[in-house]
């Protein structure tokens, strides 16, 4: 009976049945993808799904998984830029679907400022999260104005944002390719530093110090959301408005700076993939990044919890890294992106497997 | 076939850190309107809550016509025959009364609604039990009183023979009180059983057989309505004597505090709400502004503590032009206020206690460093200062999710936090709306202790008891503008009525 008590209680601590939600969510989604894989090919099914779940741990010498591990880390930190940009505009009752307008904003300025005027990084970097950090304001004074769903403002500024930048990216594109110049190349300066961390990732240059700061930024939005005068009223602003009002807090200016710093993490987030050379803009894309979208799954896999979502960004992209080793013979070509879709698409279900736990332990 | 038409035997329902209900027992006759009397948190809405599915109790039984009885879930009590009237009424604002009274259980053939069946169905209810409805007119555009004869005929028309109505005269006017006291003895005349949920004695000692009382979770007693008075009722409710009328020395009005001239705020529809209202408050007094319900009271003090823009008119506070100055500013310089609407306005309900009481002061450096970080110990002591002080009672103290506590303790801590604020001007709007006998008193008792401490009180009351016994001066305000100055003691409750209602004006 003890025992049984305590166990109930156990169940009722919020952090262990984000944990527990979480990982059904993980399970469940490997699971139906698994299902899918075997009814396009039975055949290879097992492969393909122990070949996204391992990424690097694909290549069997040690060296090589620990320079894939890097870059997978080197793209962990601007999705983790994104889920908090998400996660911040959500505690505050906002759903900040337009990080991925704010993200190519950032990407866009960043680049331009990198190739087009051989800015050092540093400068790059904070031209992004302003430029992210305005895109976003413009959907929070949208909301706090005129009362325009941030949705639906920040589904159209995506669109405006991304051709945006393809235009403006024209301008410092190669030549021959629609990608963007090559900052080792063109302007080495704009590139992040490493400081050393490349070497431990067997001198894999993808691996700066965007993937620390990253970390560090994240144990901060903690630390504002949940110690400080402007977390509480931020917070207070987005549970009930009305009493933020009545209690002299600046509703609108909340909502509006909510918006602003969302957009700047995004914004953030782009010039740390984009600096540290992994990836070239491609001027012809028509899909805002995926970044902003994936962003919304991994905060709800972190439980809504800045640190939790260190963790939940990494599997993300692990899994999204992972999807590119499935063997392309036996499925085709977007299979791993189908695949890896399913399997975000159940990590957005943590809410609703919590309410469930929430339910039976009342009962 | 027994002579209990429901009966709940030694009901237990437990919550974390709480025993909401403990062994009680409520046996409801056929045909008799049954009361339950209690302070809020006394365990009313749990019982109900179990009766009508919402909960599970973990002991006790329940029977129905003397057979026991399993009600898991709301569909459940509906089987049974138990309706239940909210005391916030569930209905489709945009949807007709008709609509509203068959949705969920409709009359279809074929998948088309056969809908002159049900009317004639409703329409019939409706004469029979002198139910005025008007079927074809949209809920939101209907009166408080038809929305809650709507909620009635619900229950009719889906054959209920057991009806729980949970405080349903808090939001009526004093004559469809009367109404639905009529109503429901109708009802019961007819054979139905009547729960009623209620904590006005009066209303109570009118209608009702029998009076269950709980307090604290606990069962007091069931007696005879016609045995027993209001006094011994309260008695049994707060387990000691309450005096009902208010002691207090007659007022010492000192300088002025609050000085308002030719307010003009905007309303909802192109009339202004507030039409050159000029009125002033004093140190040491309590100037109470009555009224029926929507007749710009909400508005005066949304324009008063800074919520709404003033259209046209000023407002002075100590001396100092404080028109144009924001919430906060307000605030800071001497004005508490104690709203309306305490889960619109007054608390974040999904914040802890002790984050609702600081919500007025959390930025004064007490609370918060200089580098912007909340100060998590002072807050705490400041809070756990604040509950023992004002009795606010709750399961787990400081850390307590204040949408957990009960409305009365919430009212506690509103008024915890703006009394000690130490305002110059304090503006407490319907303060005991939905709060319990023993907490009225002391809420009373409250605010004549801050007049004799010469604050400025400025009261916003519907309840004519509290009009009558506690301000030292009553304002009358109809349709925007003030029609009436008494001091309570020169005037009647029927000639405050008049006015109420527009029948007279005097040149204020």
Known sequence: MNTKNEKKRFLEIGGVQTVIASLICIILGLLVGYIVLLCINPAGAWDAMTSILKNFLYFPRPEVALEYFGSTLAKTAPLLMCTLSILFAYKVGLFNIGASGQYAVGAGLALYLALAYQMPWYVCMIAAMIGGGLLGGIAGILKAYLNVNEVIAGIMLNWISLYSVNMLLTNVKESSTTYTMALKTNSPDALIPSLGLDKLFSDNRYVTIAIPLAVIIAILVWVVMSKTKLGYELKATGLNKNAAKYAGMKEKRNMILTMAIAGCLAGLGAAFLYLSG?????????????????????????????????????????????????DKMVYCAQISDLISAIIIYFCGFVLFFKYCMNRKAKK | MGEYAVEMLHITKRFPGIVANDDITLQLKKGEIHALLGENGAGKSTLMSVLFGLYQA????????????????????????????????????????????????EPVQGGFLKKDEARKKVMELSNRYHLQIDPDAKVENITVGMQQRTEILKMLYRDNEILIFDEPTAVLTVQEIEELMQIMKGLAKEGKSILFISHKLNEIMEVSDHCTVLRKGKYVGTVETKDTTPEKLSAMMVGRNVSFKVEKKPAEPGDVVLDVKDMTVAGQNKKDAVQDVSFQVRKGEIVCITGIDGNGQTELVYGLSGLEPLKSGSIHMNGKDITK????????????????????????????????????????????????????????????????????????????????????????????????????????????????????????RQLIEQRDAGKAVLLVSLELDEVMDVPDRILVMYEGRLVGEFKPDEVTVEELGLYMTGAKKQEV
Request: charged share 25%; proline share 3%.
């Open chain 1, 278 to 326: 992994i990836e070239q803009w491609s001027c012809a894309q028509t899909a805002v990044p995926a970044m902003g979208f994936n962003g919304i799954a991994a905060a709800f896999l972190g439980g809504l919890n800045p640190i939790g979502s260190i963790f939940s960004a990494f599997f993300i992209q692990h899994i999204t890294s992972g999807g590119s080793y499935v």
């Open chain 2, 58 to 105: 973990e002991e006790g039984e329940i029977r129905k016509d003397g057979k026991k009885v399993e009600i898991k879930n709301p569909n459940d009590a509906n089987a049974l025959g138990i309706g239940m009237v909210h005391q916030h009424f569930k209905l489709v604002e945009c949807f007709s009364v008709l609509d509203n009274i068959i949705l969920g259980a």
């Open chain 2, 325 to 444: 100055a924001s919430v906060r500013e307000r605030s800071t310089s001497g004005m508490s206020h104690i709203p309306e609407d305490r889960h619109k306005h007054g608390l974040v309900l999904d914040y802890s206690l002790e984050d609702n009481l600081v919500l007025q002061r959390y930025f004064e450096p007490q609370f918060t460093s200089k580098a912007g970080l909340m100060k998590r110990k002072e807050i705490r002591e400041y809070s756990d200062r604040l509950i023992e002080e004002y009795d606010i009672r709750s399961g787990q103290g400081s850390s307590t999710i204040v949408r957990s506590m009960s409305g009365g303790n919430q009212q506690k801590a509103i008024i915890a936090r703006e009394i000690d604020k130490n305002p110059d001007l304090l503006i407490a709007v319907q303060p005991t709306r939905g709060v319990d006998i023993g907490a009225i008193e002391s809420i009373h």
